[in-house]
């Protein structure tokens, strides 16, 4: 489901909506609403007349949902439209830390295992089905709920592996990020990919036996056509014991597994050792001053780390997208948030010079984070000298991207004096950034902002703005 309606006139799907006919989600004014055929409709009665259901919506499980009378935006009169809980911005699992992907998968089989006591299950278990409202996960597909058939398996299971399971495993047990996984497939890595990467210390790996290679051998049954999955259950007498046993498995497997990772490349960065005491307070009281000007919707902090200017922006506006390109910074943050109960701070694993793209079918099945989100104000501190010096990208651009975001920007250069942008220097070919200066920055900023404020930090080697897009 789209619920931030940030770009309207964008196309945007959910696999619930866009891949399943039986319902489509639209933005109506300030709502989000979801229309249901014959079937779909039937189905959801059933799920909200149940105790589960109920118990969801209250504890913040799930988007709070309500049917209302309304027909679809083409004129089409459904069954019956429901009107779902506005989520502020939308991401998605390659844009997640390790714990965040975690708690969705937990949150996904809690809700499915409180589903089954009352004969509810789910026809899918995609983890584009959860969403962020700040550290908390929300399940938002709820006509995904149908009731449960005698005799079947867990229609979800597969995917559940897929788009949950075999991702935490690879970073759980390999060290892999799962992000480009997910980010190269919009349906997740497949249970044959899974046994590739996993098989080699096979007895290490809990789980990988009964979730990763009995899945490729049924993988590998079915595409030679051997197999019949459903009727094969069905004539062995599947019970819906063996289905609860199932999901109470996953959970404990998900539960226990452990990303043991220690040591990142800005994973210490919040000691913030190459700030004087003063330099760094006098960062935040600028970051305070512009952030407490207005009241934003959205606040986009580019290069996050530890969270400190997100929190300061997050006290003058209702979203803060803190954005880390070092996978364990953010789950780092994402912990912190979750244990003190921060709501205004979405977390996102983002590298700024290769943001998500658009994913899936025709490239907009998932669109990129420009059609999602619509910031009111962009955090770019000390992150201008890793674009340019890094990741090579002409200061320019970068400025040419901050002005296409029609937002106001706090933009903190590191100057050519700058110790980090010495190191940096250290490993480029001299005479390829030359243009990398104090003076020609400010020039091309000159061309594209307004400047409202710009302040020196005491160390001599930072110099802070407060940008305003030309009227």
Sequence with gaps: MNASGN???????????????????WRDGEHIRRGLDETAAADFEKTAASKFF?????????????????????????????EHERVPVITYPHEWSFSMLQDAALLTLRLVRAAIDEDITTKDATSYNVQFIGARPVFIDVPSFEPYRPGEAWWGYRQFCQMFLFPL??????????QPWMRGAVDGITPEQARRVLEGRRAGHKGFLSHVWLHAKADARFTDGSADTVSDMKKAG????????TIDRLIKLVEGLEWDRS????????????????????????????????HRNQVWDIGANDGMFSRIAAEHSDTVLAMDADDLVVDRLYRALRADGTTGIVPMYMNFADPSPGIGWNGTERPPLHSRSQPDLVLALAVIHHLALTHNVPTSAILDNFVSLDSEIVLEIPTENDQMVKTLLRHKRAGTHDAYTLDAIEAQIGDRFDVRSREELPGGSRVIFHLAPRS
């Design 7 to 25: 770009a309207p006139d964008t196309p945007t799907y959910d696999a619930g909506s866009f891949r399943d006919p039986s319902s489509r989600v």
């Design 54 to 82: 109920s118990k969801a919506i209250t504890a913040g499980q799930m988007v709070a949902t309500e049917k209302v009378d309304a027909t679809g935006p083409d004129g089409r009169t459904w069954a019956a439209v429901l």
């Design 238 to 245: 599947y019970k819906k014991e063996l289905y609860v046993a």
């Design 263 to 294: 040591e990142s490349t800005w994973a210490d960065y919040s000691q913030r050792g190459h700030y004087q005491s003063k330099e760094l307070l006098l960062k935040a009281d600028f970051v305070r001053s512009v952030a407490g000007q207005a």
């Design 169 to 178: 495993m690879f970073t759980a047990y390999k060290d892999l990020p799962h």
